[in-house]
């Protein structure tokens, strides 16, 4: 029986469909999972809770991975795993670039690769990418929904508090976005041949020295406004995996 459950998360090895949607709050997962037809609750250890259901017809995993890269992998190769094969992260995330609003989308197109796990996996010039057929798809979903988008690069960053050590200087870069997990998504699903994208909700910024004050208030994801961008980005990215699926993402 427990050999039938992967080591850490310990989701099912067999039966879960190919297609996930993943984010970093366990309580974010049952909240989008509530958005299913027949969902259950199919494992709950540690940070991992994950539920399956239909989206509109399609069979869809939903998860949650917890704060940081290093645990987050852990999900990610777990679902590998256990066959999921499609792979978005629905997450918040500190806006970078100014114009980008709280309660905004940032759709993903790559990653900085600051996410202290993969770095023990390959070299650092190795690029972390989203799948262009997931941008694509994320941006049809949030056209369709009404939802303010924008595109661009984010920085995935394992500290969140800043240190004694001054943040790496990206002015000029035009980063979209700061969070901490999606980098790990990105080269996990290109270790395994996955098909992985990400899109993020601004809740403010973390770090002082990174807020535009004109656009956001400062770190604070317990807002009315984040939290109408949740509910927007919720349907965006269970839709934008129904696309995906449906191959009507191009
Ligand atoms: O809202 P989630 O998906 O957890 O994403 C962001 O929020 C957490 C930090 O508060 C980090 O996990 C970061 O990546
Ligand atoms: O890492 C994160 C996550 C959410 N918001 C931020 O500002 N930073």
Known sequence: MTRDLTPVAR?????????????????RAAAVAALLESAQEVSYHREYRVFSGSWKGLPVVVASHGVGGPGAILLFQ?????????????????????????????????????????????????????????VLALQRAARKQGAPHHRGFVWTRAAFQP????????????????????SALLVTASLRGLTAGGVLVIDG????????????????????????GVERGSVVSLEALRLLAEGEAL
């Open 11 to 27: 989701v099912p090895r067999t039966g879960l469909p190919p297609h996930a949607v993943v984010v970093g709050d366990p309580a």
């Open 205 to 228: 910024v973390n770090a002082d020295e990174l807020v535009d004050r004109t656009t956001t208030g400062g770190y604070d994801p317990h807002r009315e406004v984040v939290a109408a």
């Open 163 to 182: 240190g004694l050590i001054p943040l790496t200087s990206y002015d000029g870069a035009g980063l979209a976005a700061i969070e901490m997990e999606l």
């Open 78 to 134: 777990e679902l590998a795993d256990a066959g999921v094969r499609t792979i978005l992260r629905f997450g918040t995330a500190g806006a970078m670039r100014p114009g980008i609003r709280d309660g905004d989308l940032v759709i993903a197109e790559a990653a900085v690769r600051d996410d202290g796990v993969t770095q023990q996996l390959l070299p650092p010039e190795y690029p972390a990418v989203a799948a262009p057929e997931a």
